[in-house]
């Protein structure tokens, strides 16, 4: 007797593609630079903690050179932890969520040409209108860090933590988050630009100016080029050749 026997194969799972991972939306993002600013802020609280217990219970005094240098860096480096673990979540590399990636050497050189343009007619400007954009502060800063003999930690601040710092916040994550929303690519770099500027209280109304204009560049820049590397590069720059020139002004007279 003869068998007929039959085999069939059960379907296999249909596998639907996992969906993109996207940015967080414009109140998700608001609320973790909220957050990233806070830890900045618990930060800078955490310095003077430190500093009164070691300091024979003497509050710190904001005009000490070390003192302010070392909480506005620890300020400006704890925010990015929370970035980090906010691009985490959503399944992103930091490369691609921040948009670390190469500077295109054309984006370079239009970075750099408008930013010398922007500084030579803000400079001009002031000089005619009378106004200070923030030489005073930076000389008291200059003449109280050299006395502290912290004049390498000054440079690391301004040159190095001050444009990592700000660019990944602003013109890293909030860009990110904002500029799909209905705030839209243009409204996200006037808002980001604005935020950026008040962030400087340090300076008067002339400096605090430059700086917004300073933000719609970057942040035109940044939507241009798609890169924060390239806004990490020319902030960097500005304050490089801003120390240098205060450097010169107040070290070599002749």
């Excluded at 998700?28 to 957050?35: E, K, R, V």
């Excluded at 040409?113 to 106004?131: H, K, R, S, T, Y």
Aim: proline content about 5%; glycine content about 8%.
């Amino acid at each position: 007797m003869s068998t007929i026997t039959t085999t069939f194969d059960l379907p296999h799972a249909i596998q639907l593609p996992l969906p993109a991972a996207r940015p967080w939306g414009f109140w998700a993002t608001l609320g973790w630079g909220l957050f990233a600013a806070a830890t900045g802020l618990f930060a800078a609280v955490t310095c003077a903690v430190i500093w009164t217990l070691t300091h024979q219970l003497r509050l710190p005094d904001p005009a000490n050179a070390i003192y302010g240098l070392t909480a506005m860096i620890a300020a400006s480096l704890t925010p990015l932890a929370v970035l980090a673990v906010a691009t985490r979540i959503r399944h992103l590399s930091l490369r691609d969520y921040l948009a670390l990636g190469p500077i295109p050497c054309r984006e370079l050189t239009v970075g750099i040409c408008c930013l010398a343009v922007l500084i030579a007619v803000c400079e001009a400007a002031a000089a005619l209108a009378g106004v200070d954009e923030g030489s005073r502060y930076m000389i008291t800063t200059y003449r109280a860090a050299q006395l502290a003999g912290a004049l390498p930690l000054l440079w690391v601040a301004l040159v190095v933590v001050a444009p990592v710092g700000e660019e990944l916040l602003f013109r890293g994550f909030l860009h990110r988050g904002w500029a799909p929303s209905r705030l839209g690519a243009w409204g996200t770099v006037a808002v980001t630009s604005a935020l950026w500027a008040a962030l400087h209280q340090q300076y008067d109304w002339g400096g605090i100016l430059v700086i917004f204009l300073m933000g719609l560049l970057f942040g035109w820049l940044r939507q241009r080029s798609g890169s924060t590397t390239l806004t990490i590069v020319l902030h960097a720059l500005n304050n490089l050749v801003a120390t240098l020139i205060l450097t010169v002004r107040l070290d070599w007279p002749g």
